[in-house]
């Protein structure tokens, strides 16, 4: 089956509609955490307040989101997202309120962690309700690789969009339209994902399957973890080092347009990666993109411009999304049906608490020597992933083996 084939037909098991709420709902996630900056900095004068409003919601998103994957196997998505939506949408009014009401910011910070609490990770949940969808098609194996190929692609999309959007309504009105904005589209497609026919499907299929092992942090999984939290790192310190050039470049409003060149790379990547034949095997391919990771993102240590950033960005994209969505696709086979949920919340948090760890030593490193010492908590990045791909393997293998079997 072709990549193109595939995708249509799985496209066709849903609808379109359905395929564009799936990712219009995850784009308030993306927005947020920048719209927060500008709206903090903005109101405050403070670049260092915005900062620790947009962590405190990164980090509470992390931390909340394991819970609220768990509360989903149990119950369902419906009431789950649907819960987590609006209140995520309120909480951000709230945040609008308090940074206007001219209280001191940490009020403002708490209602960001409130928000980041509360909001729901939708790349996540929707990855869980493919398998109920293709139960009944011919290859669902294939397709089931081929939903997790488009998802880790709309990842990136989301987070090369949000950003952007987030930059043009503060062009065209104020931090604070922009933000309004997110909450609407968190408030109306957030719940209209909620409320899908697909969410009830999803776990229905749970209920079926009559399985009540409760075990979720496996060996395996905790490596999934690790791997999830070095692209998380990765993330951060780029979008560091990519700060320090366009600001000493006297542009740095750039810095998201530049950032948003590691999505486009990796969004093609990932769509492309639904036609690797079977015999490269998940553990395989997880070692080789991360040896991809490593290698690409060498070439930063030499950059001192913006103009030679660009290419190397795009190009280290290509690696970005194979080894995420191999990290979630691996993650969803090892993982009980009834806990596929809390698996991807659980991998999704990593990734947003290795951000904040590849941020915060990035941001040490680059007011001591600028944006290179920044890259280099990219490179070393991608040398821990190599480390743990390589030293996981086998387990992973073992795991991936004794689950198919």
């Known amino acids: 089956m ?4 595939g995708y249509k037909r799985l496209f066709g098991l849903t609808g379109p509609t359905y395929v564009l709420v799936g990712f219009l709902a995850r784009l308030p996630l993306a927005m947020s955490q920048l719209g927060v900056l500008l709206l903090v900095a903005g109101t405050t004068g403070s670049y260092g307040a915005g ?3 947009a962590g405190a919601l990164a980090i ?28 995520g949408a309120a909480a951000m009014i709230v945040l609008l309120v308090l940074t206007h009401a001219g209280v001191p910011w940490g009020w403002s910070a708490v209602a960001s962690a409130a928000a ?14 493919w398998r109920p969808i293709t139960a009944r098609s011919e290859h669902q194996k294939k397709l089931v690789d081929i939903a997790f190929s488009y998802e880790g692609a709309a990842d990136e999309a989301s987070f090369v969009l949000g ?32 409320l899908h026919p697909t969410a009830v499907q999803a776990h229905d299929a749970h209920e079926d399957t009559g399985i009540h092992d409760l075990t979720l942090v496996t060996p395996a999984l905790i490596l999934l973890c690790a791997s999830q939290l070095v692209i998380g790192a990765v993330f951060g310190s780029v979008q560091t080092g990519t700060s320090v050039l366009a600001t000493d470049a006297g542009q740095p409003g750039l810095t998201g347009y530049f950032h948003a060149l590691l999505g486009v790379g990796s969004v093609v990547a990932g769509l492309s990666i639904a036609g690797l034949p079977d015999r490269f095997t998940l553990p395989a391919r997880l070692r080789w993109f991360a040896v991809a990771l490593l290698v690409l993102a060498v070439p930063l ?3 001192d411009s913006l103009a030679l950033l660009a290419p190397v960005l795009l190009v280290l994209g290509v690696s970005v999304a194979p080894y995420m969505i191999t990290t979630f696709t691996l993650g969803e ?21 290795g951000y904040a760890v590849g941020a915060a030593i990035a941001g040490r490193l680059a007011d001591w020597g600028g944006q290179t010492p920044a890259f280099a908590v990219t490179v070393a990045a991608g040398v821990v992933a190599v480390v743990v791909s390589w030293g996981g393997s086998r387990v992973l293998a073992r795991t991936a083996e004794r689950v198919s079997a």
């Open 51 to 53: 900062g620790a409003c």
């Open 2 to 5: 072709s990549p193109l084939t």
């Open 163 to 194: 950003p952007a959007l987030i930059g043009l309504g503060v062009s065209l009105a104020s931090p604070s339209f922009a933000l309004s904005a997110a909450a609407v589209v968190l408030a109306v497609f957030g719940a209209w994902f909620a």
């Open 333 to 353: 086979r090892i993982t009980p049906p009834a806990r596929t949920g809390a698996a991807m919340t659980l991998l999704a948090a990593a990734t947003g608490l």
């Open 301 to 303: 240590l030499l950059v």
């Open 116 to 129: 980041g609490l509360v909001m729901p990770q939708v790349g996540p949940m929707a990855r869980v309700r």
């Open 60 to 87: 509470a998103n992390a931390v909340g989101a394991p819970f609220w994957g768990t509360a989903a196997d149990r119950v369902g998505q419906r009431s789950v997202v649907l819960l987590q939506s609006l209140a």
